[in-house]
């Protein structure tokens, strides 16, 4: 396993690990974090499962998020993590590349590969939804949270309406402490990433232009994001996809169901 830095100037740089395939016919998973999420949430059971099987994994930190620098003043927006993803790949060539994102992470996945970045095809979690004034509103609203009582209140407000029952009921005692919220310091990695990528990402996506195999999975439980309808028509746009919709899941799968997930990623590559 390769875990090296990709300087990207003074005080800047994109933490990642790559692990190429062991097999011939094997992948290389290039995963796309959410914004308040980094490579930990693909470890826990997903990377490990892909390389067991012969395949590869290429994590990375976005800047902003841990381990991945990013110097002060610079604008973390929605254009400039495509642009480093792009970079990324360039650095390292993974081979037979296959791009997984999770929710906005699939927004970028598919915009580096429309910007040219090659992949065998691209698999989106939680990722296919219509930006209105309900999502506005939420994204907003997050960022507000984010402000008056860090990613703890966040955390507090919203992984209710996120995750699964199950993990809702192992999981409630981790939450609701005692101690007062604490802000996130506006120049921090997670407050830039949630204020200027949030906000200025841009959802009008060309699918009809995605000719490369798309496999869609949707977490039924998802009670923010998730509108069927939506779904429905986006997924009708991509020429070439498929479907895996859980509904013993929400909106943050690899946390919820890795191994489903990491099974349903090994299909997937087998039909590539």
């Known amino acids: ?25 094997g992948c290389t998973f290039v995963f796309f974090n ?8 693909w470890e826990n ?6 390389r067991e099987k012969g395949h590869g994994t290429l994590l990375y930190n976005m800047r902003g998020q841990s381990q991945s620098r990013f110097s002060q003043g610079l ?40 910007s040219g970045a090659d992949a065998l095809g691209i ?45 809702q009921a192992s999981n409630r005692v981790n939450f609701l402490k005692p101690e007062p919220y604490e802000p996130l310091a506006l120049d921090s990695g997670h407050y830039k990433l949630l204020a200027e990528a949030g906000r200025s990402a841009n959802w009008e996506v060309p699918y009809e232009s995605l000719q490369l195999p798309v496999l869609v999975v949707t977490g039924l439980q998802d009670r923010v994001f998730l509108d069927h309808n939506d ?3 986006l997924f009708a746009r991509l020429p070439n996809a498929r479907r895996v919709d859980m509904q013993d899941a929400g909106h943050l799968i690899p946390m919820e169901r890795p191994q489903s997930l990491a099974e349903a990623l090994l299909d997937f590559a087998r039909e590539l």
């Open 34 to 41: 959410a914004l308040t999420g980094d490579i930990s949430g």
């Open 123 to 167: 698999v989106l979690i939680n990722t296919l939804r219509r930006i209105g004034p309900r999502l506005q509103w939420i994204g907003d609203a997050l960022v507000r949270a984010a402000e008056v009582g860090g990613l703890d209140l966040f955390r507090d407000l919203y992984l209710p309406l996120l995750m699964n029952e199950d993990w």
């Open 75 to 114: 604008t973390l927006d929605g254009d400039l993590i495509v642009e480093d993803a792009g970079r990324l790949l360039e650095q390292v060539k993974p081979v037979r590349p296959v791009f997984v994102g999770l929710s906005i992470g699939g927004l970028f996945a598919v915009q580096a590969h429309v």
């Open 1 to 25: 396993m390769i875990m090296p830095e990709l300087p990207l100037g003074p005080g800047d740089c994109i933490f990642y690990e790559y692990t190429g395939p062991k097999k011939a016919e």
């Open 231 to 233: 779904v429905d028509e």
């Open 45 to 50: 059971v997903i990377g490990p499962m892909l």
